[in-house]
């Protein structure tokens, strides 16, 4: 178990390329690719944070905003870490689509999987005192604990996979493949022109200078007017500039595609799913224990449409994934309030609709369609439904802690005397509530359902909520009431 634990967690490490079980395919036959006379516009698009799933949504509506607008060339303004494995794949392939020519800008940093990206566009710039490299691939430990190296022959296969992956798109795009082979492998020794560049034992990182120097980058330039400059282009935004045509520079427009309100709000949603579990959780719980439909309810079913959209965008599992996953859900909570109302005692409906509920709620923010580690069949989505997991029990516990307070002090509030009124619950007020709670300790009836150990009884002529004290009751016993546990009765059987 804890082997693979740390086998799942391998997928998500810096640097690490994943792709399904098979050979590496090949790429489609070279672009023609416009000469820099024919740019008319150029799109920007940011990779500015970890390389995690919710960058996608921006990458991918970039890469076709500017497919439909005719755009010949994307320039990729790069400031990271690294991040996800089968994210990084994601966007070599958005690359590889792309009709135009895409260039990288390193706009201070490209670690790991930020390096990777970068050798995937025709011209890689850095900005001076930028960096590129570290791309090999590492183990991070359960629960962030660190990076660490893969174990033995786990290490040499996916090694050489990505060595074969960084290869092919450094032959694709003209960049030396013994300098990327540098980044990836510490193992191998780089010689260049008579000098050492990189000793054996170390991964290879380059400053600009350096890139620049040795041939790996086409040149250090200060900012994106610079990057455009070197493509013969300049940003026209401010109208034709005769100084910079003179130059043989042509006037183009420089769109900058930036993240959406959308897509912000979707990550913020993400980040904070536990939380949206457990107010829509108690939402929920508070609705049933009230009469009729009102703020509990909409606040409930609010937090968790929100924890669907969240984890469908933030995510990038698409939106039929999210909307099956709602719809299961609705079901399991569908089957729960019939086995509640409509049919008591029927264990076997709240069962499946609480298991219909949890799997839509764990399955909700997983990309099912994550490929795996090459000659290791574990898919990305394994762990993904491991932190899942994990954030469904902070939700549920927290749901669970706030139900319990809510039960104990929330029938004494002002509040639930209005969402509660006379009419509907068949009391005058919370006094009156607690009066009737009184009256009815020690009077006996007859069990309506099953006790498993909830159900129905039926005291003094009326049918209300019941439980056992864990104990199953069959329906015709007598029981007495000795307890509430909130608004429902605790009973024991009479002998």
């Avoid at 940011?46 to 060339?73: N, Q, V, Y």
């Avoid at 099953?450 to 329906?475: K, Y």
Wanted: glycine share 10%; hydrophobic share 45%.
């Amino acid at each position: 178990m804890q082997r693979g634990i740390w086998i799942l967690m391998a997928v998500l490490t810096v640097g690490l390329w994943a792709a399904e079980n098979k050979p590496i395919p090949e790429k489609k036959a070279p672009r023609a690719k416009p000469e820099k006379a024919e740019v008319d516009s150029v799109y920007v698009l940011p990779i500015r944070w970890d390389i995690m799933p919710p960058l996608l949504h921006l990458l991918d509506r970039g890469f076709k905003e500017a497919e439909s607008k005719g755009a010949d060339l994307v320039v990729l303004d790069i400031h990271t870490n690294g991040g996800r494995v089968d994210v990084t794949e994601k966007i070599l392939k958005m690359i590889d689509d792309f009709d135009g020519e895409v260039v990288a800008f390193v706009n201070d940093k490209a670690i790991s999987a930020g390096a990777l990206i970068s050798v995937g566009a025709k011209a890689i710039y850095l900005k001076p005192g930028g960096r590129i490299g570290d791309a090999a691939p590492v183990l991070m430990a359960p629960g962030g604990a660190g990076a660490q190296e893969l174990p033995g022959t786990m290490e040499e296969k996916v090694n050489s996979y990505v060595r074969s992956l960084a290869r092919r798109e450094a032959q694709e795009n003209g960049h030396s493949v013994e300098i990327v082979e540098a980044m990836i492998n510490k193992e191998r020794e780089l010689w260049i022109a008579g000098e050492m560049v990189c000793p054996k034992g170390e991964l290879l990182t380059l400053t600009a200078k350096d890139a620049e120097r040795i041939g790996f980058s086409s040149g250090t330039k200060e900012n994106l007017d610079a990057v455009l400059a070197a493509q013969g282009l300049y940003d026209g935004k401010t109208g034709r500039n005769e100084d910079k045509e003179k130059q043989g520079l042509k006037k183009v427009t420089v769109t900058h595609v930036e993240q959406s309100t959308a897509e912000n709000w979707a990550q913020w949603f993400d980040s904070i799913s536990p939380v949206l579990l457990m107010v829509g959780l108690i939402g929920l719980y508070v609705e049933v224990k009230t009469p009729g439909f009102g703020v509990p309810g909409i606040v409930g079913i609010t937090a968790l449409v929100f924890y669907f959209l969240g984890g469908s965008v933030a995510h990038f599992t698409g939106n039929e994934q999210m909307v099956m996953c709602l719809l299961l859900f609705l079901i399991g909570l569908g089957l729960i309030i019939v086995e509640l109302y409509v049919m008591p005692g029927m264990a076997v409906l709240g069962v499946l609709g609480l298991a219909a509920m949890l799997v839509a709620l764990v399955i909700a923010p997983i990309d099912l369609g994550s490929p795996t580690i090459p000659d290791l069949p574990i898919p990305v989505w394994q762990l993904e439904l491991q932190q899942s997991v994990w954030n469904l029990i902070l939700g549920l516990a927290g749901a669970g802690v706030g139900a319990a307070i809510l039960a104990q002090y929330l029938p004494k509030t002002r509040w639930f005397e209005q969402m509660a009124p006379a009419s509907a619950s068949g009391v005058e007020s919370v006094m009156a509530l607690e009066e009737t709670k009184s009256a009815l300790m020690g009077q006996e009836g007859v069990a309506d359902t099953t006790l498993r150990p909830s159900g129905r009884a039926m005291i003094n002529d009326q049918l209300i909520d019941v439980m056992s004290e864990g104990d199953f009751i069959e329906a015709g016993e007598r029981v007495r009431i000795i307890g509430h546990s909130g608004s429902t009765a605790v009973v024991e059987k009479v002998e």
